[in-house]
């Protein structure tokens, strides 16, 4: 069991009210299924090989996805493919999943290039020069400006990027974001809680066991997920991670108990 900031203690949503869009394990995230309907585009910030996110709330809202990482450029399929044919000639490809993985760069064509509703980047996101902002990509890029999405997991560098996402925190409908290093960032990520209010609330978390070295060690990675449409006055006694919307990111490990300081 870990303990939490009470800043950090996600406001009571019924279970029934929430959906996991995404990988079972790393990669998949709970949010409201109010706040997927009510959104209008999806922006995802970092994807590496892993999109099911994406895929599942298109499913879902059929709304616009433009996705941004700067890391999966030729260069990495190439890489990829030649990582995964080798186990495959070495017999340690089996299953249909795991082939899957060795083709998935058409999978990502299909998705991304043939269908007219999503767009990739190859871009960083960031303020340098060689990167492209939150407040550039709502101006110049987004059909709606408004009941946004934002899915974040871009490495360290969310923290570069908070002040544009409470700047516009009008526009947002809601945000699932990673945090990392989180034991020398943990003020910055309560006062990022504090400034979202009352626009966006936290309505669930779930501490990524990538990120602990032993049981009950602290976290250095966290999911946190915010709406817009969710209030509550009720007392959250639930207990997180929450069965059967909340799993490992690693499946080698338990999952990481969470509870709040008083």
């Known amino acids: 069991m870990v303990t939490f900031p009470k800043e950090l203690k996600p406001v009571f949503v019924d279970n029934k009210d929430l959906v996991r869009l995404g990988s079972i394990d790393d990669g998949g995230y709970v949010v409201p299924i109010k706040t997927i309907m009510n959104s209008k585009t999806l922006l995802s910030f970092g994807i590496s090989d892993n999109w099911d996110f994406e895929k599942d709330f298109v499913k879902k809202s059929k709304i616009n996805v433009f996705a941004y990482d700067h890391s999966i450029d030729n260069n990495f399929w190439l890489s990829k493919f030649k990582r995964d044919l080798i186990k495959f000639l070495k017999l340690k490809i089996f299953k249909p999943k795991k082939l899957y993985k060795m083709f998935q760069y058409l999978d990502f064509v299909y998705f991304f290039k043939h269908n007219k509703l999503n767009k990739f980047y190859l871009k960083k996101i960031g303020n340098d020069s060689s990167s492209i902002n939150l407040q550039t990509i709502i101006n110049d890029h987004l059909i709606y400006k408004e009941n946004i999405f934002l899915k974040i997991d871009i490495e360290n560098f969310e923290y570069e990027i908070l002040s544009e996402i409470i700047s516009n925190k009008s526009k947002i409908q809601g945000i699932v974001i990673e945090f990392h290093k989180v034991s020398s960032n943990l003020g910055k990520i309560v006062e990022f809680i504090k400034m979202l209010s009352p626009n966006l609330s936290l309505v669930h978390i779930h501490a990524n ?17 915010f709406s817009k449409d969710i209030t509550s006055n009720r007392s959250n006694d639930k207990k997180y991670p929450i069965k059967n919307l909340d799993f490992p990111n690693s499946k080698r490990s338990p999952d990481i108990n969470i509870s709040f300081s008083e």
Do not use: G, Q, R
């Open 209 to 225: 066991n990538y990120s602990i070295k032993k049981l009950d060690s602290f976290p250095e990675a966290i999911e946190l997920t």
